[in-house]
């Protein structure tokens, strides 16, 4: 089973930054893509931004030229810096995984979304 950690968020001023980390740990798997989603008060949960394992990004269009996701392959971990936030950027932040699992014989199993505890970010005015 995977296990995806996150970490940062916290409290920041409207126009301020914050940076958020993903770990992914365990053993026997492969990581496909890697996201990030919020779900704000009163919201349902919404992509954020995606980074395939091509390392193609994309992004919701409320985030586009203010929020910029990596990911470092061979460690299995990615980040969302997040610039100039608004207070309707407060949410809590998830970070995601699409899994395959993989056995001593190399064999992949059928992908599923594993996903981090969530982290706070809280934008004040």
């Known amino acids: 089973q995977v296990q995806l950690l996150e970490s940062g968020g916290g409290l920041v001023q409207a126009g301020g930054s914050l940076g958020l980390s993903c770990a992914a740990s365990?053993?026997?798997?492969?990581?496909?893509?890697m996201s990030w989603y919020r779900q704000g008060p009163g919201k349902q949960r919404e992509l954020v931004a995606r980074?395939?394992?091509?390392?193609?990004?994309t992004y919701a269009d409320s985030v586009k030229g203010r929020f910029t996701i990596s990911r470092d392959s061979a460690k299995n971990t990615a980040s969302l810096q997040m610039n100039s936030l608004k207070p309707e950027d407060t949410a809590v932040y998830y970070c995601?995984?699409?899994?395959?699992?993989?056995?001593?014989?190399?064999?992949?199993?059928?992908?599923?979304?594993?996903w981090g505890q969530g982290t706070q970010v809280t934008v004040a005015t």
């Open positions: 995601s995984a699409e899994v395959s699992a993989i056995d001593e014989g190399n064999n992949y199993f059928p992908p599923y979304e594993a």
């Open positions: 365990g053993s026997l798997f492969k990581i496909d893509s």
């Open positions: 980074a395939s394992s091509g390392g193609r990004a």
